[in-house]
């Protein structure tokens, strides 16, 4: 009993120590999509099939789920989750004064069909692809292209460019369609990370490995769910990866790194080429400091590393995937020597019934309910391994992934599944007080989605509410990036510099752009409040809000507060609200139209969404 005395065995398993491949097989994330029946529908709750094996786990614990949130409050729901807007007065009013099935079927097309989807919907993936418009580290040089990867993303989300087809070109564009701007473009996926532009020549060799690193952990992250990157230097403490699965992958992207031509030797300038670094003819340029003879040449093949240590690199590595998955211990179908190791990635990762496209598919989806409901099926949306989350109801989740490979990989069906259903249109808690006690007491965690819990909105919706509710919004997409966090578009168009992250959007928990993450922290501190009441963002929102108010001529003080609510809040204010808010507006100055303004604008209702 108690910790492992250090004394007795290793902590880490000796480097030619063989990974415990038959154990790890065993692991729900590696085995084939179960084909597995739909649950009967038991007590008439059901809306379509998701319903069907929430209900089964329902009645299997003895959980009953709560009623049918307000039609108000899923209009505001489905507005924010689709497109990150607030839905305005008219169809707050429309939809509560007429509520039907047929109603909200159509609410959920018109906003999956919305051009303001993309936007919204791209962010999720630049998380990510740890997206910036720099290349970070000390000198953090800007990227004045790369809002050409952005654009792409967006294209795609709006376009529901099948999944596989969108992994594929992020991976791959350049190989697959060489000549299409577009999908060379979409390359930008891998080489987006971090880069340090300024190096000495002994520094040069190890940044290699590092840029490659950050490629192999980002796709291996994002698509497959799985921390490859641990087993860089070792292999992997918890999962069955080895340290030569690690370099096998890192073999696919040995010829993607820059290539040094066109040297001028006076002006000692190096112009980089490489692929997602430069769409378009775009030439990223460097400054450096001693001659190119001086410089080593950059080998096109990936080497083991004992320990992860470039100054002593062992055999060339041939381009392969981590053994545990299908195709993974005979990857010729895909690696043929004429082959390049980024397409035989592409296809691999993709192929459904050889490869790893039934985990591909898994992850994705998994991605898309998290987003919709606040947590994933798996809690660890990449992270799909031995030490991360199980699924709460795994059936669910493979029937999903399949129901996305049987619809040719198209997100969107994928999206209309979900928020059709019984479960996403709940209300926080059922009628009954004693039942919602013991739904608490038995499913805390509410892990049986029996209710909805609130979601506070994404630090760029947060922004994006402030300038929609005030009139000042631009929905117009730009091109290059704006620093200047005072600009009217949407937040999706600021540039994201690494070393000048927007303050804003900090607060409210942005990611840095360092790594890619698959679902941000929701913080709640002392500056979120003191911005929204002092910030001149606010300030400004909040006065441009009543002059927005003034100017639609309410009638009299009820008719103004009213307004301001469905505004803000997308629905009526109560007879109580009325009788408060109609203090502050008493006075019947500006000043005082302002101030009610400010007050709705800094609410928790207005950053959360029931």
């Not at 096998?248 to 010829?255: N, Q, Y």
């Not at 808690?429 to 007491?441: E, I, P």
Request: with cysteine.
């Amino acid at each position: 009993d108690g910790a492992v005395d250090p004394r007795d065995r290793p902590m880490v398993r000796p480097a030619g120590e063989t990974v415990d491949r038959e154990s790890g097989e065993n692991h729900w994330a590696f085995q084939p999509l179960m084909r597995s029946e739909i649950p009967p529908d038991g007590d008439g709750w059901t809306r379509n099939e998701i319903d069907q094996f929430i209900a089964a786990r329902h009645v299997e614990v003895g959980v009953v789920p709560s009623s049918e949130a307000a039609p108000g409050t899923l209009l505001r729901r489905l507005h924010f989750g689709l497109t990150g807007l607030p839905p305005i007065p008219a169809e707050v009013i429309d939809v509560t004064n007429d509520y039907n099935d047929a109603a909200y079927e159509a609410a959920v097309d018109r906003l999956l069909d919305s051009p303001h989807f993309g936007p919204h919907w791209a962010r999720m993936w630049l998380d990510v692809a740890r997206f910036a418009e720099s290349s970070g580290f000390e000198m953090d040089h800007d990227r004045p292209e790369a809002w050409r990867y952005r654009e792409f993303v967006i294209r795609a989300m709006n376009e529901d460019l099948p999944y596989d087809e969108f992994v594929q070109l992020q991976l791959a564009g350049d190989h697959l369609r060489p000549d299409d701007i577009d999908a060379v473009t979409a390359t930008g996926f891998v080489v987006g990370g971090v880069k340090n532009l300024i190096q000495s020549r002994k520094e040069y060799v190890r940044d290699r490995y590092d840029k490659i690193d950050d490629m192999v952990s980002t796709v291996s992250t994002g698509l497959l769910g799985l921390t490859v990157g641990c087993a860089r230097c070792h292999n992997h403490k918890f999962d069955p990866i080895s340290q030569r699965d690690y370099y096998h992958v890192a073999a696919a992207f040995a010829s993607t790194l820059s290539q040094v031509r066109e040297l001028k030797q006076d002006a000692m300038t190096v112009k980089l080429f490489s692929a997602g670094e430069a769409p378009g003819n775009r030439i990223e340029m460097v400054t450096v400091t001693e001659r190119s003879k001086d410089w080593p040449s950059i080998p096109a093949v990936v080497r083991f590393l004992p320990r992860g240590n470039s100054a002593n690199p062992q055999e060339a590595m041939s381009v392969g995937f981590p053994a545990v998955l299908p195709g993974g211990r005979t990857p010729t179908k895909w690696t043929a020597e004429s082959v390049p190791g980024r397409l035989a990635l592409a296809r691999w990762i993709t192929d459904v019934p050889e490869g790893a496209g039934q985990l591909l598919a898994r992850v994705i989806v998994n991605r898309l309910w998290a987003h919709h409901f606040g947590q994933g099926l798996v809690a660890t949306p990449s992270d799909f391994g031995t030490r991360g989350g199980a699924p709460t109801h795994p059936l669910l989740l493979d029937w999903l992934a399949t129901e996305l490979i049987r619809n040719g990989w198209r997100l969107k069906p994928i999206h209309k599944q979900m928020l059709m259903s019984a479960t996403y249109r709940q209300g926080y808690g059922v009628s009954d007080d004693r039942q919602t006690a013991r739904n608490t007491k038995l499913d805390p965690a509410n892990q049986l989605r029996w209710r909805r819990r609130p979601q506070r909105l994404q630090a760029e919706a947060i922004r994006d509410n402030l300038l929609a509710v005030s009139g000042r919004l631009d929905l117009k997409g730009i091109t290059v990036g704006s620093l200047d966090e005072n600009v009217r578009h949407r937040s999706i168009y600021l540039r994201v510099k690494r070393s000048r992250l927007q303050p804003v959007l900090q607060l409210f928990d942005a990611p840095d752009a360092l790594q890619g993450i698959g679902q941000r922290q929701t913080t709640t501190t002392a500056p979120q409040g003191l911005m929204l009441l002092n910030h001149p963002l606010v300030n400004d929102c909040a006065a441009a809000f009543a002059a927005r108010l003034a100017g639609e001529n309410p009638p009299n003080t009820r008719a103004l507060i009213d307004r301001g609510f469905l505004w803000s809040l997308g629905r009526h204010a109560s007879q109580d609200e009325v009788s408060l808010c109609a203090e502050i507006l008493e006075p019947g100055t500006p000043e005082a139209t302002r101030d009610f303004c400010q007050m709705l604008l800094c609410l928790n209702e207005f950053i959360y969404v029931e």
